[in-house]
């Protein structure tokens, strides 16, 4: 039986009566949680750690040579300023992307 299938069938039990309101709440938690591979966020609960990470990244105003790009990501990564220039540089000379991505994240990450 598949997740959907599952799924279908603990509605099919709440709405006659079989599962309480709770106990459906958990039993689909429990199917989401196994089909995705860690708990399924809900209304009401914490976001997960990848969503303040992400909510978090801005560029520098300090540490910055063009838009602050590297110092922001190194800020929010721990690593040194000077490795996040090396990897857009060697991203930009081997694949051309590094100054796509870039200017991209310069237009999209708001500064602090």
């Known amino acids: ?5 599952e799924l279908n069938k603990l509605a099919d039990l709440h709405a006659r009566g079989v599962l309480s309101d709770d106990e459906f709440a958990k039993a689909k938690a429990r199917v989401l949680e196994r089909s995705v591979g860690h708990a399924a966020p809900s209304y009401g609960n914490a976001p997960g750690p990848n969503v303040g990470a992400v909510n978090g990244l801005r560029r520098a105003r300090v540490d910055r040579w063009i838009g602050g790009v590297c110092g922001g990501i190194a800020r929010s990564t721990g690593l040194d300023a000077w490795v996040w220039r090396l990897i857009f540089t060697v991203l930009f000379l081997a694949f051309g992307s590094g100054i796509l991505v870039y200017i991209l994240l310069w237009i999209f990450v708001p500064e602090e």
Do not use: F, L, V
Request: aromatic share 0%; charged share 40%.
């Open 1 to 5: 039986m598949n997740d959907a299938d």
